[in-house]
Structures are given as structure tokens and as C-alpha cells.
């Protein structure tokens, strides 16, 4: 399907910056932040603000077209792979990989707790900062 189609069968308008937007979080696996999405569209959308980034990004999340990674200390970082999987965030580059583990399921809580769903990090050094 191409990426018009994708963003219309979750209710969204495909807008040329919507799309670009969807493209670059899509083509890539370094898990960006809205800031690295931004730089990489600015010579071609030069109009785009960051805060269009930031705010297109977050409706790709609500709508489940991306996820949204919150590691310790570090700026938001998006990923266009919603399944749940495991991550590694490297401290000294701030590289932030996929790691194919067996993730659990959802934790059983107490009564009156919803869990939606859990992330889960290794934090270290990657192999290039090694
Ligand atoms: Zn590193
Ligand atoms: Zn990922």
C-alpha cells in the first residue's frame, strides 16, 4: 500500500508533509526524535516547522501508526514498527537499536491499575562506543 493509502485507512489526511513524515520515521530504524526527522525534511520541506513534526508524530501514535519511546534523559524517539519489541539505547551515543528478545506479556496489576502496555529497554554502550 502506499503511504497515502496507510495514512487514509487510519483516518488521516494525507497531506504531502504528513506523508514525508510518515516516510522518513518508516525507512528508517534509528528510532528518531522529532528533532532528526525535522533536520532530515527541512532542505525539501522548507516551510515544515518542528512543531508540525512534533504534533504530526503524535497523531501517528494515537491513531497506531507509530510508537513512541520515552528512555531515561533523552528526547521522545519515535519508531514506525508498533509490535512490542525491545530496544537497546546506547548511554554514550544515544543510538537507540532493536533487540529480538522474548518480550512477557502485560504484567497482571492491582485492582484499579490499566496497563496499555509495557516498553522494554537495555541501557549500555553499543558496539561502536564499546
Ligand atoms: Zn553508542
Ligand atoms: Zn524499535
Known amino acids: 500500500m ?8 487510519r483516518g488521516i489526511q494525507p497531506s504531502p508533509q504528513r506523508m514525508r513524515i510518515y516516510e522518513a520515521l518508516a525507512s528508517t530504524r534509528a528510532h528518531p526524535s522529532a528533532d532528526s ?11 515544515l516547522s518542528r512543531t508540525t513534526v512534533y ?13 513512541e ?3 531515561m ?3 521522545l524517539r519515535f519508531d514506525a514498527d508498533v509490535s512490542a519489541h525491545a530496544h537497546f539505547a ?9 533487540l529480538a528478545l522474548e518480550l512477557p506479556g502485560l504484567p497482571s496489576l492491582p485492582g484499579g491499575y490499566h496497563a496499555e502496555r509495557a516498553q522494554f529497554f537495555v541501557l549500555g554502550t553499543c558496539p561502536a562506543c564499546s
Open 55 to 67: 504534533s504530526t508524530l503524535e497523531l501517528f501514535v494515537r491513531v497506531g501508526l507509530a510508537q
Open 2 to 9: 502506499d503511504t497515502a493509502g496507510i495514512l487514509r485507512l
Open 37 to 47: 526527522i525535522h533536520r532530515s525534511l527541512r532542505a525539501e520541506l522548507p516551510s
Open 90 to 98: 546506547c548511554r554514550s551515543c544515544g543510538s537507540l537499536g532493536d
Open 69 to 71: 519511546l520515552a528512555i
Open 73 to 75: 534523559g533523552s528526547e
